[in-house]
C-alpha cells in the first residue's frame, strides 16, 4: 500500500455519495454530485449502517493510498469474506451482482472510483495496520483483482480511514 496523501473524513464522505449517486442510486435519488454536502448526507442517509460502523471505530485520520494486488491479503469486507470468497460466492450467481462485476473485469479500463476503508492503528510506534475493512467498492475490488489474476495489473486508490478501534460488527464474530 503506497499513500498518495492524507485527506479529511468529510472528503471521505463526500465522494462516497456523489459515487454512490452516479452509480447504484442514480436515478433513485436527486443529488448534485457538485455539492459535497449533499454527497455527504446521500451518504449519511443511504449508507448508514456503514457509516455508522466506520464512526464507531473512532477515526483518528483519513488517507487516499493505492493498494497493489499483493495487498489483498490485508483487506476484508464490511461482512468479514475475504474479496477471494466474495468472487468464488459472486461468479456462482448469475443476478445482477455477476453481471456488474463481469462488466468491470471485461472493460478495457481498470475499475473506476475509490474504494472506501478503514484499519485499526495498532502500533503507533511503528504506524502498524491492522486489517482494512472495506465498507464501499466490493464490486469493484473484486473486480480489480480478478483482472490481476488474468494478467492485467494496475492499482486501485482507496480512502482508508485510520481508526482507533477495531470494527464493532467484525470484533463481536471473532
Given at each position: 500500500?503506497?499513500?498518495?496523501?492524507?485527506?479529511?473524513?468529510?472528503?471521505?464522505?463526500?465522494?462516497?455519495?456523489?459515487h454512490?449517486?452516479?452509480?447504484?442510486?442514480?436515478?433513485?435519488?436527486?443529488?448534485?454530485?457538485?455539492?459535497?454536502?449533499?454527497?455527504?448526507?446521500?451518504?449519511?442517509?443511504?449508507?448508514?449502517?456503514?457509516?455508522?460502523?466506520?464512526?464507531?471505530?473512532?477515526?483518528?485520520?483519513?488517507?487516499?493510498?493505492?493498494?497493489e494486488?499483493?495487498?489483498?491479503?490485508?483487506?476484508?469486507?464490511?461482512?468479514?469474506?475475504?474479496?477471494?470468497?466474495?468472487?468464488?460466492?459472486?461468479?456462482?450467481?448469475?443476478?445482477?451482482?455477476?453481471?456488474?462485476f463481469?462488466?468491470?473485469?471485461?472493460?478495457?479500463?481498470?475499475?473506476?472510483?475509490?474504494?472506501?476503508?478503514?484499519?485499526?492503528?495498532?502500533?503507533?510506534?511503528?504506524?502498524?495496520?491492522?486489517?482494512?475493512?472495506?465498507?464501499?467498492?466490493?464490486?469493484?475490488?473484486?473486480?480489480?483483482?480478478?483482472?490481476?489474476?488474468?494478467?492485467?495489473?494496475?492499482?486501485?486508490?482507496?480512502?482508508?480511514v485510520?481508526?482507533?478501534?477495531?470494527?464493532?460488527?467484525?470484533?463481536?464474530?471473532?
Open positions: 500500500m503506497r499513500i498518495i496523501s492524507e485527506t479529511n473524513l468529510v472528503e471521505v464522505l463526500a465522494t462516497w455519495g456523489a454512490e449517486a452516479s452509480g447504484r442510486l442514480r436515478g433513485q435519488v436527486q443529488c448534485d454530485s457538485s455539492d459535497k454536502l449533499a454527497c455527504i448526507d446521500l451518504a449519511l442517509r443511504y449508507r448508514a449502517p456503514y457509516v455508522s460502523r466506520l464512526l464507531a471505530r473512532e477515526p483518528m485520520k483519513a488517507l487516499l493510498v493505492e493498494f494486488s499483493n495487498d489483498v491479503a490485508t483487506i476484508i469486507l464490511a461482512d468479514g469474506r475475504s474479496i477471494e470468497t466474495w468472487i468464488q460466492g459472486t461468479t456462482t450467481s448469475d443476478g445482477d451482482t455477476y453481471a456488474h463481469h462488466r468491470m473485469v471485461d472493460d478495457q479500463v481498470p475499475p473506476q472510483g475509490h474504494l472506501v476503508g478503514a484499519a485499526e492503528l495498532v502500533d503507533l510506534t511503528a504506524h502498524q495496520l491492522g486489517t482494512v475493512v472495506l465498507y464501499d467498492g466490493w464490486h469493484r475490488a473484486a473486480a480489480w483483482i480478478e483482472r490481476c489474476k488474468q494478467g492485467k495489473p494496475s492499482t486501485i486508490t482507496a480512502f482508508l485510520v481508526t482507533r478501534l477495531a470494527d464493532p460488527l467484525l470484533s463481536r464474530q471473532a
